[in-house]
């Protein structure tokens, strides 16, 4: 499974992604993190990536999109980089079997 992890998130989480054996890249490695989250929308259905994201505009996106990428919305607070790691990291076998089972818009507080 492939994901693209928003601005507002750091890029720790991408590679903690990648660490637990899948494909993920954070938008500034993408030189997108300055990218309008259209832009952002195109590449993650451009390379077939679920999207990870705080920003509520990506769950407009995908209401009125629904042949676009999953969308797993954090509505996290703000907090620590490892706060948000040891928070996602139980969360993520539930994340992935709800993207293989189709979902397309995962919410997770």
Sequence with gaps: MQFLVDAQLP?????WIEDAGHSAAHVADLDMADASDRAIWQKAQQI????ISKDADFVTLATLESDGPAVVWIRLGNTRRQALLAWFG???????SLLE???????IE
């Design 11 to 15: 890029p720790a989480l991408a590679r």
């Design 48 to 51: 077939n990536a679920a999207i």
């Design 90 to 96: 139980p969360l993520f076998p539930k994340i992935l």
């Design 101 to 107: 089972q189709g979902e397309k818009l995962i919410e």
